[in-house]
């Protein structure tokens, strides 16, 4: 389901632990190992929450990990608590390349990814960011699944510090909310996205708000820092 779609949908039961959660991810790949916002000894468990990382605010249209090293292929979110004071949106990132007029337009463009500054603080080490300055990371518009081998659009528009070439990124984002959708959260819910496959946004909230994340690789266990 997760190849097929870009996202799959569990539901798991009351009283779900970070091992439960871990072991319920571990078969979709390797995990990222990351320093804060953690809730277990190994690094792999993220809290993503109203007085944390990303707190109550938009939080734009973005690939995970679009600034890192490799390719970040997916992310779990669990529902802990609030996850319905507001969906997460998706795009097909998919069918959002194959509705693309003048395809060969962005077949060159190569953009480059750095934090946005609310996040830097909040997530990354001091030594973590020395290293994504000197490395910043840098990826096509138009790649290929790893597995699909489908073509893909790819932007994170969140993200994004600059292209090779000009590009209009407000008029390419228009064309991709085209194909936007939400999830709405529900309780013991878990979430499995592919991370290539879609990208995401979420509206400002008020109230609490808490999931947890695993961030994944198809391929191997990767980290910084």
């Known amino acids: 389901m997760l190849i097929k779609n870009g996202l799959e949908k569990l539901t798991v039961v009351d009283d779900f632990t970070p091992d439960a959660f871990k072991n319920l991810v571990m078969d979709y790949g390797d995990f990222f190992s990351t320093d804060k916002h953690i809730i277990d000894d190994e690094g792999y468990v993220q809290l993503v929450s109203h007085d944390g990382l990303f707190e109550r605010g938009v939080v734009p249209w973005h690939n995970d990990w679009s600034y890192g090293v490799g390719q970040y292929h997916g992310t779990a979110l669990y529902n802990f608590f609030g996850g319905h004071l507001t969906p997460t949106w998706f795009v097909d990132m998919k069918r959002a390349y194959e509705e693309l007029p003048n395809k060969e337009k962005y077949e060159n463009v190569v953009g480059t990814y750095f934090p946005p500054k609310d996040l830097q603080d909040k997530c990354f080490t001091e030594r973590q960011l020395r290293y994504l300055r000197k490395n910043k990371t840098q990826r096509p518009f ?11 659009l790819y ?30 959260w529900e309780d013991n819910e878990v979430l499995v996205y592919d991370n290539l496959r879609v990208m995401h946004r979420r509206d400002a909230f008020e109230g609490e708000r808490i999931l947890w994340r695993i961030q994944f690789n198809y391929e191997e266990t990767s980290s910084i820092g």
């Open 142 to 152: 138009i790649i290929e699944h790893p597995i699909t081998k489908d073509k893909l």
């Open 155 to 184: 932007f994170s528009p969140g993200s994004l510090v600059d292209t090779n070439v000009r590009v209009d990124i407000g008029e390419l984002t228009e064309h991709c909310k085209q194909f936007e959708y939400p999830i709405h």
